[in-house]
């Protein structure tokens, strides 16, 4: 008979971890707020230092004895308070995965724990507090059927010269004139910001293009084009703005500030033929340019389609949402649902301009709006969980390859930027969201709206901050780059 073993068969399972025998108390803040009081008893504390005692004093070096054969009382006298913080953390991460797999709330967010704070009684149990985010419990809105009304537009030849217009602007060269600046010229300007007599901002070389409106990233100024007209190099021009109540700068939130604009340089979009545009793209035919622009333009379409869908999804989602929302869970997402807009409109083949002008139209009220669509995140996870819809490889990849088309780079690259910064977790949202927001849509009765071709055509974006940036008004940043944080994870326990 073979009475050979293999490894696999000599080796044992581990043990199974025993629970704890732990008392929790949980206390709701808010909808979104727990405070959970854990206590551990006396007897488990023991247990675990004498898991540790039984590791360290087969190893244990204490003088007059050799290593390993001081009796096992001098060596818990000696070494206890040295190995207190390794019990305590073993302690506080089993308790915490335990408290997590047992209780009725689905976090989102790590708990607030000050690890420092927390220590091992002498005698006695073992109690330490902290506060969690969780997914709020809410009564399910009624999301089929829904009345809604969506932009509808059949482009004409007319519509694709005039973005084909747009689009040389881009690869045309920008060519000093002589002349007053007129409109669709663009002037090279140095930029200050003033509250009084102090300077907030500044900022050298800006290009603008001059248009009806200048979106800055904290305000908004009309009448930019006349303020331009006639304007030649050496001159100053000057404006007045109202900072936006939803500023970085909380202490200029609805003020004025004085903005000047000393006019470097005018330029002129220089004129090239539709063949040189096509060829600079790298397509072969005027033919091919026109029906790359039709499928651009229907692609933008799609996205005011959807914005303007969602936007009323949203609303009728949200309607009866009436619980609260952490105030610091909503700034630590606004900064996501940014990522979130500018990803959906790369992924729509928007231009970097149009997608600076839109970020800062967000920018004005992205904590109300950040409230809303946090809300609705929320409801939009529950349908997803109840309709069984989830993310599949194959969404990430055409979504990346869709943005890295708009971004003329490659998707490996911009898989890998993704990854870095943090963003894989809001791809995830987004194509969860969008494809629940396509099953409310599906039920849907629509009533068609005109579709506005040339929405963006009146306005110039600029990355300006009128009542200063925020690294100017942080001096030191609490991470190591300034990406927004993603959302964590709300899948509830059912779905691990």
Not at 235 to 240: E, F, I, Q, Y
Not at 312 to 320: G, V
Request: proline share 5%; hydrophobic share 35%.
């Amino acid at each position: 008979m073979n009475t050979d073993t293999t490894h696999e068969d000599e080796v044992a399972d581990p043990p199974e971890k025993k629970e704890l025998n732990l008392s929790v108390d949980v206390q709701e803040v808010s909808a979104c707020e727990r405070h959970v009081t854990v206590t551990i008893p006396r007897e488990d504390i023991e247990r675990y230092f004498e898991k540790e005692f039984d590791e360290l004093v087969p190893k244990a070096e204490v003088p007059g004895f050799r290593t390993g054969r001081a009796p096992r009382a001098l060596v818990e006298n000696k070494f206890r308070k040295q190995i207190s913080d390794q019990v305590k953390g073993s302690i506080l991460m089993d308790s915490l995965t335990q408290v997590g797999e047992t209780q009725d709330y689905s976090a989102i967010s790590e708990p607030n724990l000050d690890f420092e704070q927390v220590n091992i009684p002498d005698d006695g149990d073992m109690t330490y507090e902290f506060d969690i985010e969780v997914r709020p419990e809410f009564d399910m809105p009624e999301w089929e059927g829904l009345k809604m009304e969506r932009p509808e537009h059949e482009f004409t030849d007319e519509d694709v010269d005039k973005h084909i217009a747009k689009l040389a602007v881009q690869f045309s060269d920008l060519v000093p004139v002589d002349d007053a600046a007129k409109a669709d010229d663009y002037v090279i300007c140095n930029i200050v910001s003033k509250h009084g007599e102090d300077v907030i901002s500044e900022e050298s070389e800006q290009s603008i293009q001059v248009r009806p409106t200048l979106s800055l990233a904290d305000a908004t100024l009309e009448g930019f084009d006349k303020l331009m007209s006639g304007a030649k190099s050496g001159d100053k021009v000057n404006a007045s703005v109202t900072i936006s109540e939803f500023a970085d700068n909380e202490s200029l939130q609805g003020e004025s500030v004085d903005l000047e604009f000393e006019v470097l340089d005018v330029k002129r979009v220089e004129d090239i033929p539709t063949e040189e545009v096509a060829s600079k793209i790298g397509i072969e035919s005027e033919e091919e340019l026109r029906k790359l622009i039709q499928s651009s333009m229907e692609e933008q379409l799609k996205y005011a389609q959807r914005e303007k869908v969602r936007d009323q999804i949203s609303t009728s989602l949200t309607e009866s949402a009436n619980w609260s929302l952490p105030p610091d869970l909503l700034r630590r997402q606004s900064g996501r649902e940014l990522d979130r807009s500018v990803m959906e409109m790369r992924s729509s083949g928007f231009s970097e301009d149009e997608i600076i002008a839109r970020k800062n139209g967000l920018r004005k009220n992205i904590l109300e709006k950040t409230e809303r669509l946090l809300k609705e995140h929320f409801i939009l996870e529950r349908i997803a969980e109840e309709k069984t819809i989830e993310d599949e490889p194959g969404d990430y990849d055409l979504e990346i390859a869709r943005i890295a088309v708009q971004r003329n780079d490659s998707p490996r690259r911009v898989r890998a930027r993704l990854e870095r910064t943090g963003q894989m977790d809001a791809l995830r949202n987004m194509i969860i969201e969008r494809k629940v927001i396509d099953l409310i849509t599906d039920s849907a009765q629509f009533t068609a709206t005109p579709y506005e071709v040339d929405k963006e055509a009146t306005t110039s974006g600029l990355n300006f901050f009128a009542a200063g940036s925020p690294k100017e008004m942080i001096p030191e940043a609490k991470y190591e780059d300034g990406e927004a944080q993603p959302l964590p994870s709300t899948t509830s326990k059912a779905d691990d």
